[in-house]
């Protein structure tokens, strides 16, 4: 649901959103104890959400814009507050469905506090916050900088910004292969380790998971 809420801020469609997330959360739902039917219904349930979710939502919120003549901006704002009451509802149906199942939580590699756990919460929303005012702030300001001429540079600053992702992606260590079938016993690692001094590439920080 979490993949769907963030993939629905940049894409209005249900279909784009199944098919991106539904290919990595179906299976994994499946493998922590839920049904086929139930993984699916619930992909589709949050991909479906992901339509009402502001900035990019589906078609319907353009049309409102048309035939009423509102402004956007309006409709994204009264489009926050059903989309949020949705992912609730749907998170809590879908922790209602786990205790009837009796399904618990998988346990944690790295025991954290209360604390800690509410830091790094507070850490991920920051950083889209950030990310997004940059992003809408900077392309403002390359558009009123250099007017006509803003398109190609935006281009070159977001295949600079690819390059550099693949560049970080090529770094990262080989996923290990399981069986995508067998039971789930414990989380995944959410990263690999972040070192500093790393003796196998020679660098003062690495991605090398050493």
Request: hydrophobic share 45%; net charge positive.
């Amino acid at each position: 649901m979490v993949s769907s809420a963030a993939t629905g801020i940049i894409s209005g469609s249900s279909i784009a959103n199944v098919v991106t997330t539904g290919t990595f959360t179906i299976p994994l739902m499946k493998r922590v104890g839920y049904r086929g039917d139930q993984a699916g219904a619930v992909e589709v349930s949050s991909s479906v959400n992901g339509q009402i979710m502001p900035p990019v939502m589906g078609a319907a919120a353009f049309l409102m814009v048309e035939y009423v003549g509102i402004p956007y901006v309006q409709v994204m704002k009264h489009a926050i507050l059903p989309a949020l009451i949705s992912y609730i509802a749907l998170f809590y149906i879908v922790h209602l469905e786990a205790l009837k199942a009796g399904m618990e939580g998988l346990p944690r590699r790295q025991q954290s506090s209360g604390q800690q756990r509410l830091i790094s919460f507070v850490m991920t929303v920051s950083g889209f916050i950030i990310l997004s005012a940059i992003t809408y702030y900077g392309i403002g300001f390359i558009k009123t900088l250099f007017g006509s001429s803003a398109a190609p540079i935006i281009a070159i600053v977001l295949l600079a910004a690819y390059l550099f992702l693949l560049w970080v992606g090529s770094r990262q260590p080989e996923l290990e292969i399981d069986d995508p079938n067998s039971p789930c016993s414990n989380c995944p690692k959410p990263a690999p380790r972040y070192v500093r001094a790393c003796t196998t590439c020679c660098r003062w920080w690495c991605w090398c998971g050493a």
